[in-house]
């Protein structure tokens, strides 16, 4: 299937936030969120491909975007029906990460996860929260990354040697300065999702935290995609 209009669930002609992340119910473009109803009949055997791109850097730390791929034999959502069922998902997209190498001195455990992790010495007073940690981490003395979601732009966890304490169980030493992921311009980047649908209609369905932008998404079809160069998976 080329990039054509024909294909693009949402056209990035829109700035999405969560006042323009409601999902379409027509087969006509929605001029208010660039989204449209694809009506597909139905995907080959082997699936199809949906690209998610977000070009641009997010205007709020914490914001993140949730996207799914939906199928319907029914455009419209009547009252008391879930007609629309999602056959297909996106990461859970946050605005701005933070990635890190870190040597565990206390062992982290799971519940670490969602916990604000504090860098006691930096000058910024890092307080983002922790995605991800390397499960090395649960031994004390193990070596692995650890991803955080900024909060503000005092997260920038720059000093090398730094303990970094988790407001949950586990602290650790940092190694060198934390980077910006997935991109160093916090912008996060290409997504591809492979899916099979049997219903007719087809579309995106986007959730964007209140506060801030995510920009100029857009998401279309592609059969046999070959994943962009700046795909990422959180």
């Not at 307080?127 to 003395?141: K, M, N, R, S």
């Not at 997504?191 to 087809?202: D, E, I, L, P, S």
Request: a negative charge; aromatic letters at 6%.
């Amino acid at each position: 299937m080329p990039n054509d209009y024909y294909g693009v669930l949402i056209d990035g002609s829109i700035v999405i936030t969560s006042s323009t992340d409601t999902p379409p119910v027509s087969t006509t473009r929605d001029a208010a969120t660039g989204a449209v109803v694809i009506d597909l009949k139905k995907t080959p055997a082997k699936g199809i491909c949906a690209v998610l791109n977000l070009p641009s850097k997010p205007t709020t730390y914490a914001d993140t975007l949730t996207v799914t791929i939906e199928e319907s034999d029914v455009l419209a959502e009547p009252t008391g029906l879930k007609t629309w069922q999602a056959v297909a998902a996106f990461p859970i997209i946050n605005a701005m990460l933070m990635v890190m190498e870190a040597t565990a001195t206390t062992a982290f455990v799971g519940s670490d996860v969602g916990n604000v992790l504090v860098a006691t010495t930096d000058s910024g007073a890092a307080t983002g929260v922790i995605v991800w940690y390397d499960p090395a981490l649960e031994t004390i003395g193990g070596k692995g990354k650890i991803i955080i979601a900024m909060a503000d732009s005092g997260d920038d966890y720059s000093t090398a040697g730094d303990t970094l304490t988790s407001a949950g169980t586990g602290v650790a030493t940092q190694g060198a300065a934390a980077i910006v992921y997935p991109q160093g311009g916090g912008i996060p980047g290409s997504f591809v999702v492979r899916f099979t649908a049997t219903k007719r209609y087809v579309r995106a369905n986007m959730t964007a935290s209140a506060g801030g932008s995510f920009g100029l998404v857009s998401c279309y079809l592609q059969d046999n995609a070959e994943f962009p160069g700046t795909v990422t998976h959180q």
